[in-house]
């Protein structure tokens, strides 16, 4: 299979309908046409020549190969070029032949090669409909052309032309707007790298490299794809990836995204992964694939507008023989009439209601670091109230670090401890040498090698310093100790607050007692509190802690309710009682939270360009931090309110002019100037959603 760009395509049902063509050539029955992307996939044994003339036939242009580097300005250049022009000297014949209004030999021609010059490509597919007896928007438009000329209204025969014309090209660039966002965001992809091999240095294209590659990336150059420093410092924008403007340093042994552009150093990075593996690259294939998800609004006007035409044509039938025939009515104004039917009746605005702010909404959350897998999931984001969180690396750091502790004696507390854990790469370890460090103060007393330790199992660890015994751990570690009625106090008050707790003690004593606990992040309150003004109604926290961890970690975070105490089923079943009461989403890591995300209605990972996160979930956030969801989320909601709107609007004008026929005060004029009007109106407000604006901005900083 090959994918084309199609230039010109400005129709969806036109795309079914090239589609269906295409798809009776020998090799050509998988062929697919994506109206979204204005992109065709085709078997390469399909003859291209058959495949353009077939493409011809509705003014589409094929790109080959060689014309595939064309930026989108170029490709809208083609796609404009031609039809304005007709337009504006159909316009111009149309306003000469006004001149000549009494002159009927002199009007007439004009009115006619006016029609001719900017419906002629209607015209030639509505008969083509006729025959096959398919009943579509040129069908529909078609036979208001042919009624017109055929009860002698010239003038708006030729304006309908003109303005169908006009509204199609409008159509056409909306379409492309929508197309060129989506192709700016995948326009990031890295083309060559600066390759080091026995040869020195020299360009490669990116397919060519292979895993261990050397590659030096210089200021301003692309990190050509995942990979890690070997040498070199410099700071990187990682926005590609993550959404995030501000810039992060790296240096020998940091992981580096392929994509992300180098600011000032010279890097020299070992590649960890083909292009295509990398993380910007997934990235990049999920939004493009993104564009082809139906949701169920579009699935739904779909099916509906199948119905709606013929309807359309019924009610124009009715519209022009009942009143003639029951109500003394004159045959020609309403045979007028229902030509007008048909035009108010055509489905462009109804069909574009959807598409264009689903294509408009998943760019904007994509250029922000949050990726929508596909319309279906942008949805249903926007219907969320519910949200529930894992509380570890979620709502918190993942990293345990100090949060309380309480010295008995202070000249050993702090040394014995640092003495003991210093060559430990247990995380609790980790935390209370970060603690030591921070509290012994610089020149202070250094920190003694011990003689010998010995890791206890299921207590801690027990070391020998300076011929005394010490040990750091748990309360079992300290079942050799009378234990003083006030420590035993601070003890329990330190588990009651759900702090894990470490004791330092020697073999008679307790030195003193850290409370250590996961770092709660920084914004994880503002970020609920965004949350709740978005328009999310509950907030929940589930988590595998102690109950009064959670109740701890939930109170400072503001959720609205917490459960802890959870293995991974027990998540599920939680998120199916919230289901019960409204349309849940989970927030977790991608990893150990995968059940529960393949439950909720929603499953939200955040990671950081992780693999894991992205291939479990259907929203990733590709930050390590909540601060862009509450925005996402309000994006969502925005685009299914002006789904909603514009499908609202689109009917409401047509019904509007349609009961302009009861009292007989439909014209032709009235009905294309309705339609027109509709199309380009529901087009322009499903492109104000790729604009930000004040209340869509709710990010937090992370």
């Given at each position: ?8 395509l ?11 063509q ?5 090799g050509?029955?998988?062929a ?10 085709v ?6 020549d ?6 011809a036939?509705d ?17 809208r ?15 111009v014949?149309?306003i000469?032949?006004l001149?000549f209004?009494?002159y009927?030999?002199v009007?007439?021609?004009?009115y ?6 900017s419906?002629?490509q209607?015209?030639i597919?509505g ?5 096959r ?5 040129d ?13 002698g209204?010239?003038?708006?025969a030729?304006m309908?032309?003109i303005?169908?014309?006009l509204?199609?090209?409008?159509e056409?660039l ?5 197309r060129?966002?989506?192709?700016k ?12 091999d026995g ?6 294209p990116i ?6 590659d050397?590659?030096?990336v210089?200021p ?8 890690f ?10 926005a ?6 501000l810039?992060?340093?790296?240096q020998?042994?940091?992981n580096?995204?392929?994509g ?5 150093g010279?890097?020299k990075?070992?590649v ?7 993380a910007?690259a ?11 998800t139906?949701?169920p ?8 507008a199948q ?13 022009m ?16 009439q229902g030509?007008?039917?048909l035009i108010v009746?055509c489905p ?5 209601s ?6 408009a ?12 897998k596909?319309?279906v999931y ?8 519910t949200l ?14 100090v949060?309380k ?14 003495a003991v ?5 247990h ?5 209370i ?8 103060a ?6 003694s090698?011990?003689?010998d330790?010995e ?8 070391a020998t ?13 300290i ?14 008050q330190m588990?009651a ?6 004791l330092v ?28 003004r978005?328009g999310?109604h ?13 109740e ?5 975070v503001?959720v609205?309710a917490s459960?802890?105490n959870?293995?991974?089923e027990?998540?599920?079943?939680k998120?199916k009682?919230?289901?019960g009461?409204?349309?849940v ?6 990893i ?5 995300l393949a439950?909720?209605?929603?499953g ?7 693999d ?5 979930a259907?929203?990733?956030l590709m ?7 509450p ?6 909601k ?6 909603r ?26 009905a294309i ?6 199309t ?8 104000t ?6 209340s869509d901005?709710?990010r937090v900083?992370?």
């Amino acid at each position: 299979m090959r994918d084309y760009k199609l230039v010109g395509l400005s129709c969806p049902n036109c795309a079914a309908d090239l589609q269906e063509q295409i798809n009776e050539l020998p090799g050509g029955e998988s062929a697919s046409i994506s109206y979204q992307l204005g992109k065709l996939t085709v078997d390469e044994a399909t003859d291209l020549d058959k495949v353009q003339k077939i493409l011809a036939t509705d003014g589409v242009r094929l790109e080959t190969s060689a014309a595939q580097g064309d930026t989108a300005a170029s490709r809208r250049w083609q796609w404009t070029k031609h039809l304005p022009t007709e337009v504006i000297a159909s316009a111009v014949i149309f306003i000469v032949a006004l001149s000549f209004g009494g002159y009927a030999y002199v009007a007439i021609p004009l009115y006619l090669a006016a029609i001719i010059l900017s419906g002629r490509q209607t015209f030639i597919k509505g008969l083509k409909n006729l025959v096959r007896f398919k009943f579509n928007i040129d069908t529909l438009m078609t036979i208001a052309l042919i009624g017109a000329v055929c009860i002698g209204e010239w003038k708006e025969a030729t304006m309908v032309a003109i303005l169908f014309g006009l509204n199609e090209h409008l159509e056409g660039l909306g379409m492309e707007k929508a197309r060129d966002s989506v192709e700016k965001l995948l326009a990031v992809a890295p083309k060559e790298a600066l390759l080091i091999d026995g040869d020195g240095e020299r360009i490669v294209p990116i397919a060519s490299l292979q895993v261990g590659d050397i590659v030096r990336v210089r200021p301003g150059d692309q990190v050509p794809s995942d990979g890690f420093v070997i040498e070199g410092k410099s700071s990187v924008n990682e926005a590609a990836i993550t959404g995030e403007s501000l810039p992060v340093d790296k240096q020998n042994g940091d992981n580096v995204f392929g994509g992300s552009v180098n600011n000032e150093g010279v890097l020299k990075v070992k590649v960890g992964k083909p292009y295509e593996d990398s993380a910007l690259a997934k990235i990049l294939h999920l939004v493009e694939q993104a564009q082809e998800t139906k949701t169920p609004t579009e699935l739904f006007i779909n099916r509906f507008a199948q119905y709606y035409t013929p309807l359309i044509i019924v009610i124009a039938i009715v519209v022009m023989t009942v009143p003639p025939l029951l109500f003394g009515g004159t045959w020609g104004d309403w045979f007028y009439q229902g030509l007008a039917v048909l035009i108010v009746g055509c489905p462009c605005a109804l069909i574009l209601s959807s598409p264009i702010a689903n294509i408009a909404g998943i760019t904007r959350n994509a250029r922000n670091g949050i990726l929508v897998k596909g319309s279906v999931y942008l949805e249903q984001l926007g219907k969320i109230d519910t949200l529930a969180f894992d509380k570890t690396g979620t709502l918190t750091k993942g990293t345990p670090h100090v949060a309380k502790k309480i010295t008995y004696d202070h000249e050993r507390f702090l040394a014995v401890a640092g003495a003991v854990e210093k060559s430990s790469a247990h995380p609790l370890a980790q935390a209370i040498m970060q603690e030591v460090a921070r509290e012994m103060a610089p020149g202070g007393v250094p920190l003694s090698e011990p003689d010998d330790s010995e890791a206890i199992p299921g207590q801690g660890v027990q070391a020998t310093i300076d011929g005394e015994i010490y040990t750091v751990g748990n309360e079992k570690s300290i079942a050799h100790i009378a234990v003083p009625a006030n420590v035993q106090r601070d003890i329990e008050q330190m588990k009651a607050e759900g702090l894990t707790l470490v004791l330092v003690a020697d073999s008679a004593h307790v030195l003193g007692i850290f409370g250590i606990a996961d770092e709660i992040r920084a914004e994880s309150r503002e970020v609920i509190d965004a949350l709740h003004r978005a328009g999310v109604h509950q907030t929940v926290m589930l988590t595998g802690d102690h109950e009064k961890t959670a109740e701890k970690v939930a109170q400072a975070v503001g959720v609205d309710a917490s459960y802890g105490n959870l293995l991974p089923e027990d998540k599920v079943e939680k998120i199916k009682a919230l289901a019960g009461k409204g349309e849940v989403a989970m927030v977790g890591d991608g990893i150990n939270d995968a059940p529960a995300l393949a439950t909720a209605d929603l499953g939200i990972a955040m990671g950081k360009g992780t693999d894991s996160a992205i291939e479990t979930a259907d929203v990733v956030l590709m930050q390590d931090h909540l601060g862009k969801l509450p925005s996402a989320i309000a994006v969502a909601k925005r685009v299914n309110r002006t789904i909603r709107f514009n499908i609202a609007f689109a009917l409401g004008l047509k019904l509007l002019a349609l009961l302009l026929t009861i009292p007989g005060l439909l014209t032709l004029w009235i009905a294309i100037i309705s339609d027109m009007g509709a199309t380009v109106l529901v087009t322009l407000f499903s492109l104000t959603i790729l604009w930000e604006r004040k209340s869509d901005s709710v990010r937090v900083t992370g």
